[in-house]
């Protein structure tokens, strides 16, 4: 280790932080700690096939009234616990602050230490090369220009590597010194939960993500993975200065962001169901026509009056004498039913016989347009009733603004809650945290006990589920 290096007493080591956690541990010993781990030990012994079923039952019984033991201790404790928490964790505040601090301090003088060494080590390697250049001129002076050239290639690679070595060295100790940094704060959160037992606080998570964010901030990598969002705001900027100035009128008003976020809306569903496969590492070459026929079932049954249209040479259907309510059920049930038929159709290609979605897809994109062309005889199934096109995607007045009426479309509000759907399942549930595992590494997943069957059938199920309710919008 450097010896310039200032050793600075970490959290876990202050002694009063010690003493606080070990009455804690104390204090939380027959209580909330033996609760917990009870209850790991009922789910552990319940998904056990080693222990016969009665056995199971019996030490369940016994494990349940120990809980119920455990948890008079914890309302016994819970006073004092939270107290010495509240205590704890305050003092634990205060000494991360100086800790923190006295961190700080430390790396940012070794990376001013660092860059003032990288500026004097490529002085050095500089006049050396310069000295070593005009000694091997002297030394190769009167031989041929060819030595000498190579000589000096040789020369000036070697001062190149060096120069590299003093980047490569810079940047490490820059990179320690930030890490230790970025260490300290992580410690004092730790700390924190550890005092809580485990429980999160708000707050410093998202300090603690902000700081993860930059400590990981790589611009080339964000570009990277960013540059279509940059590339599409760029353009959006640059249409909305020049709409103006083309007379085309001021494109950022009230009405023409709804208008955009209305023609979003019925997209989203399809993009959530596409995101799911892509998540898979794969993608649907199916969702256009999936939409299409999740269309036609709609506009077959939605349709006001007699069908133009006949479905397979069969007579043509009237849907108007059931209630408007059954029939919007009606039509939406059999566009996600259909859709989900298809895309599981699809997946099992994918999930058992592991061909690669963009195959299986492409398949059951054949045979879906084979069946609308042949089935509807490639005639347009009409229009839909307009009470019912009203009542699902019309819009709510809000106001007037000058003489324009200002209205809210309602496919907003369906889109807005199948988002909320998505990113729910996607983050938190054990489901979505397969979805992830699958996509990243099938082969893992299904060592560390996923079923990457059930996950990548899920997937395609919850596909057609998105395909079928946006076609139906």
């Known amino acids: 280790m450097n010896a310039d290096y ?47 079923p009665q056995e199971k039952r019996k030490q369940i019984k016994a494990w349940k009234e120990e809980i119920h033991l455990a948890k008079k201790d914890a309302a016994q404790n819970k006073a004092a616990i939270d107290e010495l928490v509240k205590e704890s964790v305050a ?29 004097e080590e490529v002085r050095t390697i500089k006049e050396e090369a310069k000295r070593s250049e005009t000694a091997i001129r002297s030394e190769y002076k009167g031989r041929s220009r060819k030595e000498l050239k190579a000589e000096l290639e040789a020369h000036r690679y070697k001062t190149k590597t060096a120069l590299f070595d003093a980047r490569s060295h810079r940047q490490q100790a820059i990179d320690q010194a930030l890490a230790a940094k970025n260490q300290a704060f992580v410690d004092h959160v730790q700390t924190n939960r550890n005092l809580r037992n485990g429980k999160t606080k708000f707050s410093e998570d998202r300090q603690l993500k902000r700081r993860e964010y930059r400590y990981n901030f790589k611009l080339s990598q964000f570009l990277l993975a960013n540059g279509l969002y940059i590339a599409i705001g760029i353009f959006f900027i640059v249409v909305i200065i020049l709409a103006p100035l083309s007379g085309a009128g001021n494109l950022l008003t009230l009405p023409n962001i709804l208008t955009i976020l209305e023609q979003a809306s019925t997209r989203m569903f399809f993009a959530l169901g596409v995101a799911g496969l892509i998540l898979l590492a794969g993608t649907d070459l199916s969702v256009g026509r999936m939409v299409a026929l999740g269309a ?37 049930g059999l566009s996600i039913l259909l859709c989900v038929a298809f895309s599981s159709f699809a997946g099992v290609f994918t999930a058992r016989l592991k061909i690669h979605p963009f195959i299986s897809t492409l398949a ?20 839909i009733d307009r009470n019912i096109k009203d009542a699902i995607g019309g819009r709510w007045i809000l106001g007037q603004i000058g003489s324009q ?14 988002i909320f759907i998505a990113w729910f399942i996607w983050n938190k549930t054990i489901f979505g945290k397969n979805m992830y595992a699958v996509g990243g590494n099938a082969e893992a997943a299904s060592v560390s006990g996923i079923s990457v069957f059930k996950v990548t059938m899920g997937v395609f199920i919850m596909a057609g589920i998105f395909y079928g309710s946006g076609a139906f919008l």
Do not use: C
């Open 296 to 332: 036609v079932t709609t506009g077959l049954i939605l349709h006001p009056g007699k069908n133009i249209v006949s479905v397979f040479r069969y007579p043509t259907w009237d849907f108007t004498p059931m209630a408007m309510s059954n029939r919007v059920l009606m039509a939406l």
């Open 6 to 52: 200032q050793e600075i007493m970490e959290l876990t080591e202050d002694p009063k932080i010690i003493e606080y956690s070990q009455t804690l541990n104390k204090l939380r010993e027959n209580g909330v700690n033996k609760i917990k781990k009870l209850r790991q030990d009922i789910v552990a012994l319940r998904k056990s096939k080693m222990v016969h």
């Open 91 to 119: 003092y634990a505040n205060k000494a991360a602050k100086t800790f923190i601090e006295q961190v700080t301090i430390r790396e940012d003088e070794a990376i001013a230490k660092a860059k003032q060494a990288y500026l």
């Open 405 to 418: 009426y200002v209205t809210f479309p309602k496919l907003i509000i369906p889109a807005l809650f199948a």
């Open 364 to 383: 059951t994109q054949l045979i879906i347009y084979g069946l609308l062309f042949f089935g509807t005889s490639g005639t347009p199934v009409g229009s």
